[in-house]
């Protein structure tokens, strides 16, 4: 095993944490969005108004793209296993 297998795993490794996490996390940051300006615009300041939302929405988007990651992460998983003995 090369410096640059190994680094070639660490890149692809934070390319797939990136991709799976992506989905959630930018829904997340779009309905906090819409709360705040929703709260800027009523002048409601309730710091407790933005996470049953973001809760709501995160649990929604990962259920909708759960299968989508787990195919990701399979093939991902799978093409590290099938790569293991070469780099023995």
């Given at each position: 095993?090369?410096?640059?297998?190994?680094?070639?795993?660490?890149?692809?490794?934070?390319?797939?944490?990136v991709?799976?996490?992506?989905?959630?996390?930018?829904?997340?940051?779009?309905?906090?969005?819409?709360i705040?300006?929703?709260?800027?615009?009523?002048?409601?300041?309730?710091?407790?108004?933005?996470?049953?939302?973001?809760?709501?929405?995160?649990?929604?988007?990962?259920?909708?793209?759960?299968?989508?990651?787990?195919?990701?992460?399979?093939?991902y998983?799978?093409?590290?296993?099938?790569?293991?003995?070469?780099?023995?």
């Open positions: 095993m090369n410096v640059d297998h190994v680094l070639e795993l660490g890149r692809s490794a934070v390319m797939m944490t991709l799976v996490g992506a989905p959630v996390m930018v829904m997340a940051v779009l309905t906090g969005l819409i705040s300006v929703f709260q800027a615009v009523t002048q409601l300041q309730d710091q407790t108004l933005t996470f049953v939302p973001k809760i709501i929405v995160m649990l929604l988007t990962l259920l909708y793209a759960l299968p989508w990651l787990l195919a990701q992460m399979v093939e998983s799978t093409e590290i296993f099938e790569g293991i003995p070469g780099s023995l």
